[in-house]
């Protein structure tokens, strides 16, 4: 069974640039057909889907994220990786990956100076 976790820094400043990284074990990220997502919950709010990266290592955006947002990956490491570009406190949130039908167990970042 595929299992993810993320990692990450609990607090950004605003204005910084957040990182983020799920690290994938059980599985290959390279494996036909899978897409590595990532998606948040801020408070009190729902699940937001913010891009993906799929086997290939073709990415896809949330055209509302897209112009700050950028997903990579290291298929020596088995990890893919959130940039979140010029944050704001309403990027607070719970970031959860996904992918290979599992989650991670979602990180809290807070954007606070």
């Known amino acids: 069974q595929v299992q993810l976790q993320e990692s990450g820094p609990g607090l950004v400043k605003p204005s910084q640039t957040l990182s983020l990284t799920c690290t994938v074990s059980?599985?290959?990220?390279?494996?036909?057909?899978?897409?590595w997502s990532w998606i948040r919950q801020p408070p009190g709010k729902g699940l937001e889907w913010m891009g993906a990266?799929?086997?290939?290592?073709?990415?896809y955006y949330s055209p509302s994220l897209k112009t700050h947002t950028s997903i990579s990956r290291d298929t020596s490491k088995n990890q893919f990786t959130l940039r979140l570009s010029s944050v704001t406190p309403e990027d607070t949130a719970v970031y959860y990956c996904?992918?290979?039908?599992?989650w991670g167990q979602g990180t809290q970042v807070t954007v606070s100076s």
């Open positions: 990266i799929d086997y290939s290592g073709k990415t």
């Open positions: 996904n992918g290979g039908n599992s």
């Open positions: 059980g599985g290959s990220i390279t494996t036909n057909y899978y897409y």
